[in-house]
């Protein structure tokens, strides 16, 4: 017998959220991971925040609705606080009651943007890496480095020249018609009217230009887990000066190695690695002119091969970044804010991989 379309709701509800996300559903692992961050990370809390006056949103529900904007691939703030609103699963991962009301989305941003002054998406990071290390699923020794463009939230009709005195009014001031045809744009003589911090740049030969950021990775070569993130101006030189950064900041005094594409094949680079007990593990790049800076030395080693293969790991860092996390095309403006995202983006990939790797049978590989 079919069923009426009683759309009458109840008065009441019994149930807790708790009770409505079923036991094994994938994001339990990921809360109890964020959890385990986030209670580390109390005490830094306690010194962002006054001790008097009206509560603000708990920092752990802010970092907790971020990661379920990047996890999901939510593509807006104001449609998250949607989602939420209406998402009994996601309610429960926040920390919310169902007859909790929620946040206004000019108050998620500004209490969100507090959290970008005291660093936190970097400590959230170390604090996910740190559950890894203590599971002994990272390496200490053997690392990769890239990066990759992220495009800016800016138009190429914004990036106009700096010298330009007094334009004149635009015909249609939301989308006005601009020519460029025949002028020669720079980096050097032009700017973004609309995100300053934004350069323009292109990946290769033959590709178009964007107004764009240069996003860094440091891995692991064991798991692929992301150790470390920079994001500069995509100036030509940021990927390895980024990389030089991130080696850097690596504790401990032992040697380790270095993964990296042809890209990182300058003199340069290969000597400023050696320098601070790096064995840098460089694609040769035959074609450059004053050939390669990788000799024998160390293609010779069975560890390089290693590295060149285990290297391509990080491309899988990029693409979940870019197609899930949404970084492909950031939503916000200035380096400050960008870095922030990115970081935390690559904290929330490694909640996700962290996860698939607690979840392995005993013995696998």
């Given at each position: ?7 009458q ?6 149930l807790s959220?708790e009770e ?13 991971l964020?959890?385990?961050?986030l209670?580390n ?13 009206r509560?603000?949103?708990p920092p ?11 996890l999901?691939s939510?593509r807006?703030?104001r ?6 609103d ?5 309610r429960?991962?926040?920390g919310m009651?169902?007859?909790?009301p929620?946040?206004d989305v000019?108050?998620?941003t500004?209490n969100r ?5 005291g660093?936190?998406a ?9 559950q890894?290390q203590a599971q ?9 480095v ?5 495009e800016a939230?800016?138009s190429l009709k914004s990036?106009q ?6 334009p ?6 939301g989308?006005p018609?601009?020519?460029f045809h025949g002028?020669?744009?720079?980096n050097d003589t032009?700017?973004?009217?609309t995100?300053a ?16 950021y240069n996003?860094?990775?440091l891995t692991?070569?064991r798991?692929g887990?992301i ?9 030509g ?8 950064i991130m080696?850097?900041q690596l504790?401990?005094t ?5 993964g ?10 290969v000597?400023?690695?050696r320098?601070?007990n790096v064995?840098p593990?460089?694609a040769q790049?035959v074609?450059?002119?004053g ?5 024998g030395r ?6 390089y091969?290693?590295s060149?293969r ?6 899988e ?6 197609t899930i996390a949404l970084m ?9 804010k960008?870095?922030?995202l ?17 979840a392995?049978p005993?013995g696998?590989?």
């Open positions: 017998m079919r069923g009426n379309d009683h759309q709701a109840d008065m009441y509800s019994y959220p409505r996300v079923r036991a094994n559903h994938p994001l339990r692992a990921l809360r109890t964020a959890d385990a961050a209670k990370m109390s005490a830094r809390f306690d010194t962002m925040y006054a001790k008097t006056g509560p603000s949103i752990e529900k802010l970092l907790r609705a971020q990661l379920i904007q990047m999901y939510v807006s703030e449609l998250l606080m949607e989602e939420i209406y998402s009994v699963l996601f429960w991962f926040v009651n169902l007859d909790e929620v946040w000019t108050v998620f500004k943007n507090r959290l970008l002054e660093d936190v970097r400590e959230f990071l170390m604090e996910v890496i740190a890894a002994g699923l990272t390496s200490d020794e053997h690392f990769t890239d990066g990759t463009l992220i939230w800016a990036f020249r700096r010298d330009q005195p007094n004149p009014p635009p015909d249609d001031p989308n018609t601009v020519n002028e020669s744009r720079r032009h700017e973004s009217t995100d911090d934004a350069l323009l740049a292109r990946k290769g030969s033959g590709k178009e230009a964007k107004l764009s996003g860094n990775l692991e070569n798991h887990l150790m470390n993130t920079e994001v500069f101006q995509a100036n030189t940021a990927e390895r000066h980024a990389a030089l080696l850097e504790p401990g032992r040697r380790v190695t270095v990296a594409d042809k890209g990182y094949d300058t003199y340069d680079f000597s400023e690695c320098q601070i064995t593990h460089v790049n074609n450059r002119n050939g390669s800076a990788i000799d160390t293609t010779q080693h069975g560890g091969a290693v060149q285990k290297r391509k790991r990080i491309e860092c990029f693409g979940w970044l870019k492909r095309k950031v939503r916000h403006r200035g380096i400050e960008v870095g922030w990115f970081t935390f983006a690559a904290a929330a990939y490694n909640l996700v991989r962290l996860r698939n790797l607690l392995r005993v696998a590989v």
